[in-house]
C-alpha cells in the first residue's frame, strides 16, 4: 500500500512538472515574441487558455506584446477571447487600451464581448475610441457595442473620443446617434472634452452636430474659458468669432484678453480687439481658494485691479504690448500697488519687454508703492540668462543705483547681497558701481 502511495505521488510530481514545463514554454514564448515557439507549445497540448504567473491568460499577455500574430495563434488553438484576468481585465479592453487595430479586430472577429467594460467601469468602445483607429470603432460598433456607455465618472465614448482629439471616431460615434448635450458627472457636455481635447475639426464636428455653446461647466465656467485655460486659442478663436463674452471674468479673476495677452497669444489678442475686448478693462477678484498645505483653504492674495498691457509687460510679451497699446490700452496706467507697465515688464525675463516699456513711459527711475524702482526688480528677480540684458538697458537709460526702497535699501545694496552671478551681471552693466562694496545700514 506504501508502495503504490509513492507511485501514484511520483506520478502525479511528473504530471504537474510537465504541466509546469508547459506553462514556462507558453509564457516564455509570448514574452520572446515568438510565433513559431508558441505555435509548437500548443501543437504539444499547452493549454491556451491557462493562468500565467500573474492571473493573466496567455492571449492577455500576447496583447500587451502587441503582436497580431501571437494573438491570432492563441485563438487558432482555442484561446477564449472574452476571459478577464484576475483584475477583471479581459483582452479586448486591453487591446482596445494599447491601440494595435489588427489585434482589436481579430479579437472582435473571434467574438470577443464587446460590453463588458474593464475593471475601472470603461467600455470597449471608450477605449478604443480614444487609444486606437477609426477601424475598431466602426467594428465595435458594428457589432453592437453601446454607442451611450457611461464609465464610473458618466462619461461616453463620444467624451473620450472628443478629450484625445479623435476626429475620425467622433464622426462615427455621431452618427450612431451619440447624444453631444450629456452631461458627466464633473459637469462637462462633449462640448468641453472637445475643446480640452485640442483639435479644432473635433470642435466643429460637435457644434455642428447641435452642441449649446451657451453651456456651463462647472464653477460657471464658460466654452471660451475653458479653450483659454487649455490654451486653445484656434477655438478660443472659433468661439469669439461665435460671440464668446469678452467681458466675463473668469475664475482667476482674468477678462479674456487678460489670458490671451500674457500668453503672448497676439493672433488671438487681435482677434479680441477687432470683436471689441476691451483694450483698458481691469481684473477682478480671484475665485481661486488655495488647498496646498500651507495655505489650506485660504484664498490667494488680492491682485489690484490690471489691465491686459500689465499683464503683457509682466509676461515679457513685447509684441503683445505693442498690439495693446495701438488697440488704444493706456500706457500711463498705475496700478493700486505702483506698478507701471515699466516695472511690470522688469519682473519678466524680456529685454524686448523692458525696452519698449522704456520707450513708452520715459521715466526709468519710477517706484512703485514699496519704493522699489525697475532695477530693484530686475535684481530682485534671481539670475536668469537675459538679466544681463535688462541690467545694460536700463544702465544704458542712466537708470539710478542710489535709490532707496521704503526698507532702505539701494539697487547698489541689493546687487551687493545677491549670488555671484546676479553681482557679475550688475558689475557688466554698472561697470563704476561695486556690487561686493560693503553694505551700509539699513534705515
Not at 170 to 176: E, P
Not at 305 to 327: D, E, I, K, W, Y
Request: hydrophobic share 50%; aromatic share 4%; glycine share 10%.
Amino acid at each position: 500500500m506504501r508502495r503504490l502511495l509513492l507511485a501514484v505521488a511520483l506520478s502525479a510530481s511528473v504530471t504537474a512538472g510537465a504541466a509546469h514545463a508547459q506553462d514556462d514554454r507558453v509564457a516564455d514564448a509570448i514574452g520572446r515574441d515568438d510565433v513559431a515557439a508558441l505555435g509548437a507549445a500548443l501543437a504539444g497540448g499547452a493549454d491556451a487558455n491557462q493562468r500565467l504567473a500573474y492571473g493573466e491568460t496567455p492571449l492577455a499577455r500576447a496583447v500587451e506584446v502587441q503582436d497580431a500574430d501571437l494573438v491570432r495563434m492563441l485563438l487558432a488553438h482555442g484561446a477564449k477571447a472574452s476571459v478577464a484576468d484576475a483584475s477583471g481585465l479581459t483582452p479586448l479592453g486591453l487591446a482596445c487600451e494599447r491601440g494595435d487595430p489588427a489585434i482589436v479586430l481579430a479579437l472582435v472577429d473571434a467574438g470577443a464581448d464587446v460590453h463588458r467594460a474593464s475593471a475601472e467601469g470603461a467600455s470597449p468602445l471608450a477605449l478604443c475610441a480614444r487609444f486606437s483607429t477609426p477601424a475598431t470603432v466602426r467594428a465595435l460598433l458594428d457589432r453592437g457595442a453601446p454607442v451611450e456607455s457611461l464609465d464610473p465618472r458618466g462619461q461616453t465614448p463620444l467624451m473620450w473620443a472628443a478629450s484625445a482629439g479623435q476626429a475620425e471616431a467622433v464622426a462615427l460615434l455621431l452618427k450612431a446617434g451619440a447624444k453631444v448635450e450629456r452631461e458627466a458627472k464633473g459637469g462637462f457636455t462633449p462640448l468641453f472634452f472637445a475643446i480640452a481635447g485640442g483639435n479644432p475639426a473635433v470642435f466643429d464636428a460637435i457644434v455642428a452636430a447641435g452642441a449649446d455653446l451657451s453651456r456651463r461647466g462647472p464653477e460657471n465656467t464658460s466654452a471660451l474659458q475653458m479653450a483659454l485655460y487649455q490654451k486653445n486659442w484656434a477655438v478660443a478663436q472659433k468661439l469669439i468669432e461665435r460671440g464668446g463674452d469678452l467681458a466675463e471674468i473668469d475664475r482667476n479673476g482674468n477678462r479674456p484678453l487678460h489670458v490671451a495677452a500674457a500668453a503672448g497669444a497676439d493672433a488671438l489678442v487681435a482677434a479680441m480687439l477687432a470683436h471689441g475686448a476691451d483694450a483698458n478693462g481691469l481684473t477682478g477678484p480671484s475665485r481661486i481658494t488655495w488647498v496646498t498645505e500651507a495655505n489650506f483653504g485660504v484664498p490667494p492674495p488680492p491682485v489690484p485691479p490690471t489691465p491686459p498691457l500689465l499683464r503683457a509687460a509682466q509676461s515679457g510679451q513685447a509684441a503683445v504690448m505693442r498690439r495693446l497699446v495701438a488697440g488704444g490700452a493706456d500706457k500711463t496706467f498705475v496700478a493700486a500697488d505702483g506698478t507701471n507697465v515699466l516695472l511690470a515688464a522688469a519682473s519678466s525675463q524680456s529685454p524686448e519687454a523692458v525696452a519698449l516699456a522704456i520707450e513708452l513711459v520715459g521715466n526709468v527711475d519710477v517706484q512703485d508703492a514699496s519704493g522699489k524702482t525697475a532695477l530693484h526688480r530686475v535684481l530682485d528677480g534671481g539670475y536668469h540668462p537675459q538679466q544681463g540684458a535688462m541690467l545694460k538697458l536700463l544702465a544704458d537709460h542712466r537708470a539710478r543705483t542710489d535709490i532707496a526702497d521704503k526698507s532702505g535699501r539701494t539697487a547698489q545694496q541689493a546687487a551687493a547681497g545677491a549670488i555671484s552671478e546676479v553681482k557679475a551681471a550688475y558689475g557688466q552693466a554698472f561697470p563704476k558701481a561695486d556690487p561686493g562694496a560693503r553694505l551700509p545700514a539699513v534705515r
